[in-house]
């Protein structure tokens, strides 16, 4: 979408034109809504309303894309409309079906205006037309659609093969509370850094600054905000705290370090993982982590996490193709943390555009990825030593398909199975023990741990 400086500064401090820009990004051009928000955070000068709003229009219309489109097709059919007008046209029913508190005249005279000004005065009044059309006519009875899958698709809005994905893991019903819960809106979620810093004493720091936290039902360091944004709070600040959903963090503990141990994390990239493996050897008293990362700019990014969180001197970094990585030392570690690439589909809530921006056949590629990045890595680890593969998707094939096949090819190892006791909740542990955290469980992302020891 391209805007005139003159039409963007005209429309710079209307919340529905910042929403738009980051649509067009995230839905025609390949952006993140995560970072992308992150940047509008940073840079805008809307008030803190105005500001809520964006957010909220930007994440409701991604989360709704597929039931939007199906609702507009009526309306557009046959008709050529560029990407941008269709972001304008699912950014304007998006408040007619689901924003009761925004006037329809409000929706209207903004829609329109955007419309001649981006693109020129007959586009204002096609877009005008469709939106009185589908105000008129609009069916969204979603009970007359006779096929089950797309009433489920459309009703929560996601894509069909996704939900034929999960359909053979889970029952009906938990099924459905997990595609709802996906719509949910997601919490931000802190990990407690500060060693003798209990979660009750950072909640009542953090209160004092006007946040409200409560503990985390799964993580004993963790922490989960229903106001205000932490990263704002003196504990951010000093390094005490730092951001992770509550699911990640379950990672680390379950490696069974102790003090002195040499272990290597793979794929370290964003670092929730590294500083927490930092965190944990220095309160132990000691050890050394190598972190690695195919990309040199994310790298980056967890060494000045490392370096604000005071945990720099326990790790050493690498820009390295895990798949490939050999020690120049030619020693093998005590633990190897194998957090793989993945399609991500535990992250469908905090990553909307998840939804639409995968597909069924990703999952065996990034499925032989993850093959050989197990293949590669076992071979570094100690006999006696542990190897924790985790990953954010709730593909099964990318988990319990992908353990199962590697132990079968691999007879120096074992499943280690993680029981109750190392664990805040026992309904995370599967009965292979391992760890799948659903999304509606806990409403944390999706996840999964497995624990494997290498025995000869």
């Not at 219309?61 to 941008?84: E, M, T």
């Not at 304007?92 to 329109?112: C, E, N, T």
């Not at 060693?195 to 989960?224: C, F, H, K, Y």
């Not at 798949?323 to 020693?331: E, L, N, V």
Request: glycine share 8%.
């Amino acid at each position: 979408m391209k805007v005139k400086k003159n039409v963007a500064r005209k429309l710079a401090d209307q919340a529905r034109f910042q929403a738009l820009l980051i649509l067009d990004q995230v839905e025609n051009h390949g952006g993140y809504s995560n970072v992308l928000l992150d940047r509008f955070h940073q840079e805008t000068s809307l008030s803190p309303v105005d500001t809520n709003l964006v957010v909220k229009l930007v994440y409701g219309v991604i989360q709704r894309r597929y039931s939007l489109d199906y609702f507009l097709a009526p309306f557009i059919k046959g008709k050529k409309v560029d990407d941008w007008v269709a972001s304008l046209l699912r950014l304007s029913i998006y408040q007619f079906i689901y924003l009761d508190r925004i006037p329809d005249h409000a929706v209207f005279s903004q829609a329109v205006e955007m419309a001649k000004l981006i693109g020129h005065a007959g586009l204002g009044g096609f877009v005008n037309g469709v939106l009185r059309n589908f105000q008129r006519r609009a069916d969204l009875d979603l009970n007359k659609l006779e096929n089950p899958l797309q009433a489920l698709a459309v009703k929560y809005s996601i894509a069909p093969w996704i939900i034929k994905e999960l359909q053979h893991q889970i029952s009906e019903a938990d099924l459905e509370a997990l595609l709802g819960s996906l719509l949910e809106e997601p919490y931000v979620s802190a990990r407690i850094v500060k060693s003798g810093l209990n979660s009750q004493a950072a909640r009542e720091q953090l209160s004092e600054e006007g946040l409200t936290s409560q503990a985390s039902p799964i993580s004993p360091v963790g922490l989960r905000f229903e106001s205000g944004n932490p990263v704002h709070s003196s504990l951010f600040q000093q390094g005490a705290l730092t951001i992770q959903d509550e699911s990640s963090q379950l990672v680390a503990s379950l490696g069974k370090l102790q003090a002195g141990m040499t272990v290597l994390d793979a794929c370290a990239a964003p670092g929730g993982k590294a500083t927490h493996i930092a965190q944990i050897l220095r309160d132990l008293g000691g050890g050394k982590l190598q972190a690695l990362d195919i990309s040199s700019a994310k790298l980056t990014k967890v060494d000045d996490h490392l370096q604000r969180l005071g945990l720099s001197q326990f790790v050493s970094l690498q820009v390295e193709d895990a798949s490939k990585f050999i020690p120049t030392d030619g020693k093998l570690y005590d633990r190897i943390y194998l957090d793989a690439p993945c399609s991500g589909l535990g992250l469908m809530r905090r990553k909307p555009e998840i939804k639409y921006s995968k597909q069924a056949n990703h999952i065996q590629a990034l499925a032989e990825i993850q093959a050989e990045l197990l293949n590669h890595t076992s071979s570094l680890l100690k006999p006696g030593g542990y190897l924790i593969y985790s990953t954010c998707t709730l593909a099964s094939q990318e988990n319990e398909e992908q353990v199962g096949a590697f132990l079968q090819e691999h007879e120096d190892f074992e499943l280690d199975q993680i029981i109750a006791d190392e664990v805040m909740a026992a309904g995370l542990i599967n009965d292979q023990g391992m760890i799948r955290i659903w999304p509606h469980q806990y409403h944390t992302d999706g996840f999964f741990i497995a624990r494997l020891k290498k025995i000869k």
